[in-house]
């Protein structure tokens, strides 16, 4: 059964995990709402992320506050099935009021009236407000430098799906984030020659003193840091939940038969050639590893917590040869590589919201997600608020915020301008108060049953 929305206070874009916690805290607060989503509940983590794909964080701390992963070891990581079975039943629980197969396609502020008017596939709908919902990982990003696509195949790492995809042979892999040191680990084991490109980047230890490092960050108020420290725009963060959860050691990788490469710099024809970086690259990267370990000692210090001790975590094995003595260029074909895979992050992508509230680079302005346009709002967007607000735990709360500020707009609203309020109100409640029958009907059209 469909119902026919003509008008909503609040209209959420997007059915992730964002998405879901809006809806959750504006539902809370009795802010009328509806969330449109273009494909399914959890798309992204269905079928935007490679088959093997499990949370980087264990199943008690990537989740939301009111639900745990059902029948699931909470040290353990949930596969990205389970991640995207667990949204849909968190938006069962609360009955959130999503629609699926609908995409926004425009919104624009109302000239002279409050709100916006979004077009959709599925006709106009007037909102009040808007949250932009629609992830912070949007649209793979490629650098320029990438050779032409003929003679090796070049996916993104978002359209890499397991090794039986790519053609036999060799495999560059750019970028040493938590995604692009997964796949080339995944690649190697499956038989695969991999040459792994590494640049900036942190990697905490998994676990520390029997702690793992989502615990670790989260007491030392790493998760909550409000603004990213200077310079670290491109520092990447490399962490793994495979097979049951590991540190990410670059060179134990390179002995176990990868050969880590500097960030690549450029491609003549088939020949690629990269920068004299990695050692700085890699020793950076332990220096952030054994800072971790510091910080974690002097907090167990601090507040007397009887943990067992773990000096071997401090032990940095020697270094590999192909760190030794880095290979500056790499001929791909005589190497017998015949794919590359991006793993080099991603763009947003606002071009359907046509309001007043982007920089000149295209970035939305917003404090804590309440746009500089009244009445908009994003979220999970990397760095909204802290550095958590991307990720599963974050989203949550900066979601709450968002959900505070829109219920004291309407307050002001409410206040001085009862009459226009009142017809807002009565156009939403034929949406809103729907019987439960349709609710329930909504519900399974949705996909959520
Ligand atoms: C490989 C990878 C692994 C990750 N692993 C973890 C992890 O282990 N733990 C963790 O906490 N985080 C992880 N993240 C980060 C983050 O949790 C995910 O990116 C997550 O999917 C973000 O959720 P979201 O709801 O903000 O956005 P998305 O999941 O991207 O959801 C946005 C939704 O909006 C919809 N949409 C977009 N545009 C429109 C439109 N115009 N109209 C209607 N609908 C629209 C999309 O279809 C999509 O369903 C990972 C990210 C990646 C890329």
Sequence with gaps: MTVEIKATDTLVVGAGQAGIAMSEHLGKLGVPHIVLERDRIAERWRTGRWDSLVANGPAWHDRFPNLEFADFDPDGFPGKEQIADYFVAYAKKFDAPIRTGVEVKKVVRNVGRPGFTVETSDGTIEAQRVVVATGPFQRPVIPPIAPGPD???????????????????????????????????????????????????????RGYRGRDFCWWLGVLGEWDAEVMKPGREHVTIAVSGARGGHTVDFRRLAYQGITLVGLTKSFNDTTVTFEADLADNIRRGDENYLSL???????????????????????IGSDPECMTHPLSELDLVKAGVTSIIWATGYAVDFNWLKVDTFDEKGKPKHQR????????????LPWLSRRGSAFIWGVWHDAKHIADHIVTQRKYLTHYDTPQRHVEDKRVESVESAPDESRVGKVSELGVN
Aim: charged share 25%.
């Design 151 to 205: 003679r090796i195949t070049q996916i993104h790492s978002a359209d890499y799906r397991n090794p039986q995809q790519l053609p036999e042979g060799g495999v560059l892999v750019v970028g040493a984030g938590s995604s692009g040191v997964q796949i080339a680990d995944e690649l190697q084991r499956s038989g695969r020659r991999v040459y792994l490109s590494v640049g900036a980047h942190d990697r905490p230890p």
């Design 293 to 315: 370990l510091d910080a974690a000692d002097a907090y167990a210090r601090r507040n007397g917590l009887d943990l067992p001790e773990e000096p071997e975590a401090r032990i």
């Design 369 to 380: 997600g309440v746009a500089k346009e009244p009445g908009i709002y994003f979220l999970g």
